[in-house]
Nanobody
């Protein structure tokens, strides 16, 4: 019913930048919040940043100032600009959307397949 497709991951040297994008498509009525989470090897998945349909943002405290989340509501797209990357940012980054479906009651959360970000020292 819904697909989230991420792009923009890859290998970058420490101090570099990457920009992730995620497009949501399918039987979508509206999207309440979109965000990014990440999971490093051997660790739990953690919040990176979230943006609501109104533009309010929430960031993991440790990432404020380096990462910026933005959203294009018309295109059901969320972006994550990552600057001054460090090796500890290495993880699989997952897109997430909290949304409502056409002709289906309730709110649902969907995940993308993940995109690998590797930061070399």
């Amino acid at each position: 019913q819904v697909q989230l497709v991420e792009s923009g991951g890859g290998l970058v040297q420490a101090g570099g930048s990457l920009r992730l994008s995620c497009v949501a498509s399918g039987n979508i009525f509206s999207i309440n919040a979109m965000g990014w989470y990440r999971q490093a090897p051997g660790k739990q998945r953690e919040l990176v940043a979230v943006v609501t349909s109104g533009g309010s943002t929430t960031y993991a405290d440790s990432l404020k100032g380096r990462f910026t989340i933005s959203r294009d509501n018309a295109k059901n797209t969320v972006m994550l600009q990552m600057n001054s990357l460090i090796p500890e940012d290495t993880a699989v980054y997952y897109c997430n959307a909290d949304l409502q479906l056409i002709n289906v009651l309730g709110r649902y959360r969907y995940w993308g397949q993940g995109t690998q970000v590797t930061v070399s020292s």
